[in-house]
């Protein structure tokens, strides 16, 4: 718990410091707009979930009678410094028009209440308190927003001496917005139907969420329709009039969120669309977020939901990123890291995550957009996946509209670790839409250091045997330099032709098992010369040559059809694969095993011609930039969208 009783010499609650609010202070109605829930952990909730929600370290474990009411037990001192509960106020002082929030508490029993806030540093102080005895009374706290321009949040303490409820607590607006957000939500969905309606059943079930969502928009795009899942009456019952299914050809998250934008801006009087992947876990409340922020923003902006990872679930997978203009590609934003868990380092203990964070975009997993960004800047572009949602946080930023990654709007979702998207077929739309995205948005005239960290790729993917990934990016190189034209006609077959480029090599086929193969005929022992991981420049130098130099020497005809080793995901590294003939290497899901084999061959060939396409890219980069840039317009008009829809083909449900 937080120990420091420091009064902040800029207490927000008056000019005086004072420990104790005055009467008028407490009297409830200053709270006029609800912007943020205090939530409750759920009954199934691990210990290390509800850290999300409570920091029980000075209690027991508190009793969520729901949602939204806790019981105590005298003596107890229990936190809301919590990811979901604690409120972002940096965020809302640099984006909103709001010079002070209310925290609104009923409470009944005798218990403190104590406020706190922290700095961009991560270090708290004492705010301001209350003392309260007996029955049931609500409190509310004013609190000025205006110590948090870089960084810092607001959370709130209770200490009891006898049995406490604590309920229907939250952080509330004292003034109304300019204009209540009409809020749609936007999901895509390819063959998940239990998914999607599970997302769609989580919009329903709570129903403040339910109230404000004011139209719903499914893009079905499999042949397991959302409306055979068993659940899918529930919700068309729940949502009526205000949900709408669109079933059509697969145009892959692009085309599909596309769709949603598409029937929302067009076909509806919705200021503000929320698009929602089909395989995540909603914390509903992160709409409400969301909408609220929109609402008291300055000026619109994009606002993102960050992504907590799914396979564990107190981790904070991403709070913020951005796009690396030199060499073009995406990682985590400045004073960020990825996997925070909140289990292992409460938010008090984590200075890092008390500054606020500026990103380039925000992942579709959860964003929302407003119609006047639509309106400014257009559709997305038509690039089936990979690099849509980057481009589109580029391209409002380019206008005027910034990407806010709103700490505490969040959903779960399968985390980048447990993928290998790079590698399999997806990697055509890798690196095709990061070229594009580059073309239009990289201020380098030959692109910055983009094409030599290409070809670093393409070497080692080369020397790990994955030669059909590299058949892939070569794919995409030709399929850049031929230019915008044929992006809208070329989209649904992307994927089928994405996907028999994969198999054109071994690497490329996924078998259910290694024991489909020959026993390995190296042992382990013989193996271990070949694991010694190299550290330092000389070493890995020493091994970089050795590797290509091995890739220069004739296979070993007994190691064709027989595998040299049998090797796990994480094993298989460039270092060891590229000094063997052969192995089975396990796939990213865990769900079966590729046999890669080396061939000095097709390693000569598809380096010389990565090295002449990257090369020929460069030099051609400016005449590049100005064909796609003078594309835009019609890649990302709604009239062109409009008439492709039309042409692909789609049933409203």
């Known amino acids: 718990m937080t120990t420091d009783s420091t009064l902040d010499a800029d207490a927000p ?3 005086e410091v004072v420990t104790e609010p005055r009467e008028e202070e407490l009297t409830p109605g200053k709270a006029v707009q609800l912007l943020q829930r205090v939530l409750m952990p759920r009954p199934a909730d691990q210990l290390k979930v509800r850290s999300l929600y409570l920091d029980e370290v000075n209690s027991g474990r508190v009793r969520a009678k729901d949602r939204f009411t806790a019981e105590l037990d005298p003596g107890w001192e229990v936190s809301f410094a919590t990811y979901f509960n604690a409120f972002p106020a940096s965020y809302w002082r640099r984006w909103s028009v709001l010079e002070s929030i209310v925290l609104r508490v009923t409470v009944s029993g005798t218990c403190r209440i104590d406020v706190y806030r922290s700095k961009a540093d991560g270090e708290s102080m004492h705010v301001t308190g209350a003392v309260h005895e007996g029955g049931e009374r609500t409190l509310e706290f004013e609190l000025d927003l205006g110590p948090f321009i870089d960084g810092g949040w607001y959370w709130f303490d209770v200490t009891t001496d006898e049995r406490t409820t604590v309920r229907d607590a ?13 809020l749609a939500v936007g ?3 390819y063959n998940r139907p239990v998914d999607a309606v599970a997302a769609l059943e989580a919009l329903v079930e709570d129903e403040v969420v339910r109230e404000q969502v004011h139209l719903a928009v499914v893009a079905d795009q499999g042949n397991q329709h959302v409306r055979d899942a068993d659940r899918y009456p529930v919700v068309a019952e729940a949502l009526g009039e205000r949900l709408r299914i669109v079933e059509q050809p697969n ?10 934008i598409h029937e929302s801006f067009t076909n509806s009087d919705a200021t503000h669309i929320v698009l929602l992947d089909d395989d995540i876990q909603l914390e509903p409340d992160s709409l409400l977020r969301a909408r609220a922020f929109a609402a008291y923003a300055k000026d619109p902006v994009l606002v993102g939901g960050q992504m907590l990872a799914l396979q564990d679930r107190s981790v904070l997978h991403t709070m913020g990123e951005i796009v690396d203009r030199a060499p073009f590609f995406w990682r985590n934003a400045p004073n960020t890291e990825y996997f925070h868990d909140f289990g292992e380092r409460p938010l008090r203990e984590s200075p890092d995550l008390h500054r606020r964070i500026d990103g380039d975009y925000n992942g579709w997993w959860m964003c929302l957009i407003p119609r006047r960004v639509f309106e400014a800047v257009g559709m997305p572009l038509p690039v089936f996946i990979k690099w849509d949602d980057a481009e589109y946080g580029l391209r409002a930023f380019a206008a005027g509209f910034p990407t806010v990654s709103l700490p505490g709007a969040a959903i779960w979702h399968l985390s980048w670790g447990d993928k290998d998207d790079a590698s399999d077929w997806q990697a055509y739309f890798h690196i095709r839409n990061r070229l594009i995205a580059a073309a239009l948005h990289s201020p380098h005239k030959h692109g910055g250091t983009m094409f030599r960290e290409m070809l670093k790729a393409d070497l080692r993917f080369l020397m790990t045997l ?14 850049f330099l031929a230019g915008p034209e044929h992006l809208f006609e070329g989209m649904p077959q992307s994927i089928v032709r994405a996907r028999e480029k994969r198999t054109t090599h071994s690497d490329g086929k996924v078998l259910k098992s ?10 382990a022992a013989e193996a271990n010369r070949f694991r010694k991981i190299p550290v330092n420049p000389l070493s890995i130098g020493t091994t970089l040559l050795k590797a290509i130099a091995h890739n220069a020497t004739p296979v070993d005809p007994a190691h064709r059809e027989v595998p040299q080793l049998n090797l796990s995901f994480q094993d298989a590294q460039w270092f060891l694969l590229s000094r063997l003939d052969s192995a089975t290497v396990g796939t990213a899901d865990g769900r079966g095993v590729t046999f890669r084999q080396r061939d000095p061959k097709t390693f000569r060939r598809l380096f010389t011609q990565s090295a002449r396409m990257l090369r020929q890219m460069s030099r051609e980069f400016p005449e590049l930039q100005r064909r796609y840039r003078e594309a835009a317009g019609e890649l990302t008009s709604v009239d062109r969208w409009t008439e492709a829809f039309e042409s692909w083909g789609y049933e409203r449900v």
Do not use: K, N
């Open 251 to 260: 145009l892959g998250g692009s085309g599909g969120f596309a769709r949603t």
């Open 170 to 182: 939250g952080w509330y607006a004292p003034q109304a917005p300019a204009e209540q957000p009409r």
């Open 466 to 479: 994955q030669y059909s990934t590299v058949e892939l990016h070569q794919m995409a190189y030709r399929d």
């Open 187 to 189: 999901i895509c969905t």
């Open 514 to 523: 290694s024991g489909d193969l020959p026993l390995p005929s190296m042992s």
């Open 13 to 15: 609650v008056s000019q």
